[in-house]
């Protein structure tokens, strides 16, 4: 993004911002600015994510927000256990816990096909990234929790 498109992305996340705290008023949410991507994070009590993308819509976002909301479950969809740190699918937005995610994404070498929706994320990445990889997933999760 060139520097007007960020500072119109700004703008307009601030006011996806007010609308979702007006909307969802009581809910855990944050916002939070992902320092790789830059885009901004809706974070949802405290462990699922939603993005807010330069093309998203605000139909698109609350609809999002909205599933998980409705949908949230306490129990991991792979391992039937209480989940405590969780990852969201991108599609359908259903938790499951960081350890069958990991385990996921290490059997798929990268890709990771979603025990509820099956539907593919990611991309084929070589053994010695891998590991690299879910090092990096962990800390990335370790952030999202601590803050």
């Known amino acids: 993004m060139n520097s007007k498109e960020f500072k119109n992305y700004?703008?307009?996340c601030?006011?996806?911002e007010r609308l979702i705290l007006d909307k969802f008023i009581y809910?855990?949410?944050t916002f939070k600015r992902d320092n790789k991507t830059l885009y901004v994070e809706i974070i949802i009590n405290l462990n699922s994510k939603v993005t807010i993308y330069p093309y998203s819509t605000l139909y698109e976002i609350f609809i999002n927000v909205s599933e998980i909301i409705a949908n949230r479950t306490t129990d991991?969809?792979?391992c039937n256990k209480r989940i405590n740190k969780n990852v969201s699918c991108p599609y359908c937005f259903n938790d499951y816990c960081i350890n069958c995610y990991i385990k996921l994404f290490e059997r798929g070498k990268g890709i990771i096909i979603c025990p509820k929706c099956?539907?593919?994320s990611g991309f084929i990445i070589s053994d010695h990234i891998l590991k690299t990889?879910?090092?990096e997933i962990i800390k990335q999760l370790d952030y999202y929790n601590k803050n």
């Open 118 to 120: 099956l539907k593919l």
């Open 133 to 135: 990889s879910i090092e």
């Open 10 to 12: 700004n703008k307009r």
């Open 76 to 78: 991991c969809i792979h």
């Open 27 to 29: 809910e855990n949410i």
């Open 14 to 16: 601030s006011i996806i």
